[in-house]
């Protein structure tokens, strides 16, 4: 497994419900969440689907490379998720 660092910005309804979904993807495609850590609600630099304020969640996660394609997918399929970033983080940043 590979770890990830995630920053996902997400609308700002419904926020606990959309961080328990936001989990279970990663979840279900075999992910193993190792922090989460949020920011909330945060002033956009530009609208986002006619929202100007997004709640910003970032979190560490351990996840299979297979998988990370199938995660993105199931993002971009949620309209609540306004933006998702998924950066590698490389072992000698991890110890």
Known sequence: ???YELTVILRNKEVESLIDRVKDIL???GAGILSDNSL????LAYEIDRESEGYYLFMNAQI???SVKKI????RLNNNILRHLFVKI?????A
Do not use: L
Not at 40 to 43: A, I, S
Not at 90 to 94: G, Q, V
């Open 1 to 3: 497994m590979i770890t």
């Open 27 to 29: 979840k279900k495609h």
């Open 40 to 43: 909330g609600v945060k002033k």
């Open 64 to 66: 299979p490379p297979d």
């Open 72 to 75: 993105i997918s199931e993002f």
């Open 90 to 94: 490389k072992k000698a940043a991890i």
